[in-house]
């Protein structure tokens, strides 16, 4: 069955499931005045402007009743349903399409492809956060920070001096280079790309391609992985020093074989998730800021 716009809709915005972030996006918007409904999030409404925000009861109510969809980064859970951390069991995705209506739009992040093509049939326009650029490059920085917070509460050791190596050159590898380098690390950059290498070259100790680093993996007291494929092998593991605490970024599974590691007895952790955990208000102002200057409210 159709469903059809309501011109009528009470709502500015439907903030639903998440983490933090979608707590403070939903008090970013109403402290802007804007109207919200909310729904699923990890963290019941205190505080100011309780007049513009109202808690839905379900699912289908937050979403009819509003003009604008604000969904997680990411959108969906590893078994497909809505992400969220509550106990609501209405959270799926094909509910969702279900009671999308056309003239709606919705925000998320990583969005399947097939829900996309679903949704813009039925004429909801569709943005996902992670192909703001922008947006991409302010989450890198809290990436960044929380990796750090990371190594620090899992090392015994200073971070000063330390040899941390760094996988990938991209958003987040080169937002983390430049923290670890400000910590006085002593950082080498493994790149493919040979652009990226000399760019990379530019401000941390040293680079290497993914050959060379195979070959050293024994010398880094930290490792932190931000490709987003499984770089680190198992018999590459088997190199790396004992004592190393290697982050791992990149979205699940990561970018090593983490049974392997936890064979091998290293101190490997996937760590997704950090601006959520480190930065969730600064991510949400940043989020907020996209929303606003792209959506016609
Ligand atoms: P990005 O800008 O696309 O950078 C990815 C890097 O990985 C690039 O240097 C790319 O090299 C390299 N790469 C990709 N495939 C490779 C391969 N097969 N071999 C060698 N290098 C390869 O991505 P990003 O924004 O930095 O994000 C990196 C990862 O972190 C993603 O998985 C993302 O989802 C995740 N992430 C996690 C968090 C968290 O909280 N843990 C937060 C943000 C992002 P080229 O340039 O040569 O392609």
């Given amino acids: 069955m159709k469903n059809t716009v309501d011109t009528s809709k009470r709502y500015d915005f439907a903030v639903i499931g998440g983490d933090e972030r979608q707590v403070y996006l939903k008090t970013a918007l109403a402290r802007r005045n804007y109207r919200v409904c909310e729904y699923a999030l990890c963290t019941p409404s205190t505080g100011p402007n309780r007049s513009l925000i109202y808690s839905a009861g379900s699912l289908k109510e937050a979403v009819c009743f509003s003009k604008t969809i604000l969904l997680p980064i990411p959108m969906n859970r590893a078994d497909g349903s809505l992400n969220h951390r509550t106990k609501n069991t209405d959270l799926s995705t094909d509910l969702l399409l279900d009671v999308l209506s056309e003239g709606q739009t919705l925000y998320a992040g990583c969005i399947p492809g097939f829900f996309l093509k679903a949704a813009w049939q039925k004429g909801v326009g569709v943005y996902d956060y992670m192909q703001q650029e922008e947006l991409t490059i302010y989450n890198s920085i809290a990436t960044a920070e929380g990796a750090v917070a990371e190594a620090i509460g899992k090392s015994s050791c ?38 990226a290498r000399a760019e990379a070259d530019l401000t941390v100790s040293n680079t ?26 198992e018999d590459d593991l088997s190199h790396i020093n004992p004592d190393a605490v290697i982050i791992d970024l990149a979205s699940s599974p990561g970018g090593m074989d983490h049974e392997a590691a936890k064979r091998l007895g290293l101190h490997a952790w996937l760590c997704p998730g950090l601006p959520g955990k480190y930065a969730p208000k600064s991510s949400a102002e940043a989020m907020a800021e996209i929303i606003l200057r792209s959506n016609q409210i």
Wanted: net charge positive.
């Fill in 208 to 233: 290497v391609d993914i050959a060379a680093m195979r070959q050293l993996l024994a010398e880094y007291d930290f490792i932190f992985n931000t490709i987003p494929e499984q770089i680190l092998r």
């Fill in 158 to 195: 200073n971070l000063h001096k330390s040899r941390c190596l760094v996988l990938g050159y991209g958003r987040c590898g080169k937002t983390l280079s430049f923290a670890l380098t400000g910590l006085s690390c002593r950082v080498t950059v493994c790149a493919r790309s040979q652009k």
